[in-house]
T-cell receptor, first 114, second 115 residues
Framework: AQKITQTQPGMFVQEKEAVTLDCTYD???????LFWYKQPSSGEMIFLIY??????QNATEGRYSLNFQKARKSANLVISASQLGDSAMYFC???????????FGTGTSLTVIP | EPEVTQTPSHQVTQMGQEVILRCVPISNHLYFYWYRQILGQKVEFLVSFYNNEISEKSEIFDDQFSVERPDGSNFTLKIRSTKLEDSAMYFC?????????????FGEGSRLTVL
C-alpha cells in the first residue's frame, strides 16, 4: 500500500524568505511519481511540481524545488522568496506503478506573513 | 490550454435526494477520477475510470455512488440518497497516463451541500 505523510499541519514564513514543507512516503513500488499541489482558499487544486523516482536531479519549477531524498523516502517542497500569494494549503501526492490512484497527504497550511 | 470542467460549481440538496455531478475531462486523457474533500480535510480518492469501466475504487465508493461516461465526453458521478456527511467538495480529474509520470489535472470542483 502507498502512504503519504505530511507532519506539518501549519507553517508560517516571512515574506521573501524560503520555506520547506515536509513530505514522506511509503511504497513498495520501484517506479513512482511524486507531486505537489497548491490549494488556495478558492478551492482549486493547482499542480506545482513533479519528481520521478528515477530522476537523478531534483525537480525545479521557478520558485519551487523538490528536495528528493530517495533513501529516506522524502520529497520536501522548497518555496524560495515567499510571496503573500503563496498562502494556501499544500498537498503532497504520489502515484505508484501499480494501479491508477494518486495518494494524497493531509496537507500543510502555509501562511506568508508580510 | 485544455482544462477539466465541472458542473455545477455548487449544489444544495435535501438529504435523501439524488445528485449528479458532471465533468468534462481533457479530451485526449485516458484516466478519469473522482476525489472528495470534506471541508478542511484531506483529498480522498473515490474512484478511477479507464476504458469505460471502473479500474479502482475506495471503500468510500459504495453502492450509493456510481460513475459513467455516457457520451464519450462527459464523466458523471451519481450520489443516490444523499446523507449529511456527503457534504464536500467533489473534484473530477483526468490524466493522460502512459506511465506514472504526468500529473492529475483537476477541475475546479463541485461543492455539494446536503441539508
Amino acid at each position: 500500500a502507498q502512504k503519504i505523510t505530511q507532519t506539518q499541519p501549519g507553517m508560517f514564513v516571512q515574506e521573501k524568505e524560503a520555506v520547506t514543507l515536509d513530505c514522506t512516503y511509503d511504497t513498495s513500488d520501484q517506479s513512482y511519481g511524486l507531486f505537489w499541489y497548491k490549494q488556495p482558499s478558492s478551492g482549486e487544486m493547482i499542480f506545482l511540481i513533479y519528481q520521478g523516482s528515477y530522476d537523478e536531479q531534483n525537480a525545479t519549477e521557478g520558485r519551487y524545488s523538490l528536495n528528493f531524498q530517495k533513501a529516506r523516502k522524502s520529497a520536501n517542497l522548497v518555496i524560495s522568496a515567499s510571496q503573500l500569494g503563496d498562502s494556501a494549503m499544500y498537498f503532497c501526492a504520489m502515484r505508484g506503478n501499480t494501479g491508477n490512484q494518486f495518494y494524497f497527504g493531509t496537507g500543510t497550511s502555509l501562511t506568508v506573513i508580510p | 490550454e485544455p482544462e477539466v470542467t465541472q458542473t455545477p460549481s455548487h449544489q444544495v440538496t435535501q438529504m435523501g435526494q439524488e445528485v449528479i455531478l458532471r465533468c468534462v475531462p481533457i479530451s485526449n486523457h485516458l484516466y478519469f477520477y473522482w476525489y472528495r474533500q470534506i471541508l478542511g480535510q484531506k483529498v480522498e480518492f473515490l474512484v478511477s475510470f479507464y476504458n469505460n469501466e471502473i479500474s479502482e475504487k475506495s471503500e468510500i465508493f459504495d453502492d450509493q455512488f456510481s460513475v459513467e461516461r455516457p457520451d464519450g465526453s462527459n464523466f458523471t458521478l451519481k450520489i443516490r440518497s444523499t446523507k449529511l456527511e456527503d457534504s464536500a467538495m467533489y473534484f473530477c480529474a483526468s490524466n493522460p497516463r502512459t506511465a506514472n509520470t504526468g500529473e492529475l489535472f483537476f477541475g475546479e470542483g463541485s461543492r455539494l451541500t446536503v441539508l
